[in-house]
């Protein structure tokens, strides 16, 4: 069995200021994670993901994440926020049941970028 | 330009009355899946398709039915919608992911399609 937990469903910041999007996670087996990106009205984009390679991943407009096996976490930062950052941030966990993949979504975490 | 595609992207229609969304991938994904987005429950998968006339449950499958007769198309059919199945549905491609192999699980999303059911 497998689950996230985005321990915040909305994190407002100013604009220039860092973000920090908290994610945790189990899993039976050694797991992916990614990270999506939700703007209003579109898809899910994806901005970085961690599959067993180094842990500190780059993404894409600046962010990143760390996975932290000891703590069964991979939270998302951005050092200096801009207002085009401002959407909903959903983590993933994608780990194996036999031969298929499956993915399990997080809740989300709606970003607020402000002034 | 590597996309995926559904339609209608609007839809209001009545308690009953059968539906079906359309979803395309042009990237040769074996993979596709269908997700419902409701508000503070994130994503929650429908049906997925491993590959051309393979296809399984996902978390929440009751109401919906899909088929996958060619690779690219992966269609969700409400036959007779209800009003709980108003929400924003989601078409998702991948090359998959298995064990051993190179894949990484990323998923492409469409744009979602809105339905509401009166």
């Known amino acids: 069995a497998q689950s996230v937990t985005q321990l915040d469903s909305h994190v407002s910041v100013s604009e220039g200021t860092p973000v920090l999007l908290r994610c945790n996670y189990s899993?039976?087996?050694?797991?992916?994670l990614f990270w999506y990106v939700q703007h209003p009205n579109k898809g899910l984009q994806l901005l970085l993901k961690?599959?067993?390679?180094?842990?500190l991943v780059k993404g894409i407009n600046g962010f990143e994440a760390e996975f932290k096996k000891s703590e069964t976490s991979f939270h998302l930062t951005k050092p200096s926020a801009h207002m085009s950052d401002a959407a909903e941030y959903f983590c993933?966990?994608?780990?194996?049941?036999?031969?298929?993949?499956?993915?399990?979504f997080g809740t989300g975490t709606r970003l607020q970028v402000t002034l | 330009e590597a996309q995926v595609t559904q339609n209608p992207r609007y839809l209001i229609t009545v308690t009953g009355k059968k539906l079906t969304v359309t979803c395309s991938q042009n990237?040769?994904?074996?993979?596709m899946s269908w997700y419902r987005q409701d508000p503070g429950l994130g994503l929650r998968q429908i049906y997925y398709?491993?590959?051309?006339?393979?296809?399984d449950k996902g978390d929440v499958p009751e109401g919906y039915k899909v088929s996958r007769k060619e690779k690219r198309n992966f269609p969700l059919i409400l036959e007779s919608p209800s009003p709980n199945q108003t929400s924003l549905y989601f078409c998702?491609?991948?090359?998959?992911?298995?064990?051993?192999?190179?894949?990484?699980?990323?998923?492409?999303f469409g744009e979602g399609s809105r339905l509401t059911v009166l």
């Open positions: 993933v966990v994608s780990g194996f049941t036999g031969t298929a993949s499956k993915l399990t």
């Open positions: 899993s039976s087996y050694s797991p992916s």
């Open positions: 990237m040769n994904h074996e993979y």
């Open positions: 998702a491609s991948s090359f998959g992911f298995r064990r051993g192999g190179g894949e990484t699980g990323e998923l492409f």
């Open positions: 398709s491993m590959n051309v006339e393979v296809t």
């Open positions: 961690y599959t067993s390679a180094a842990t």
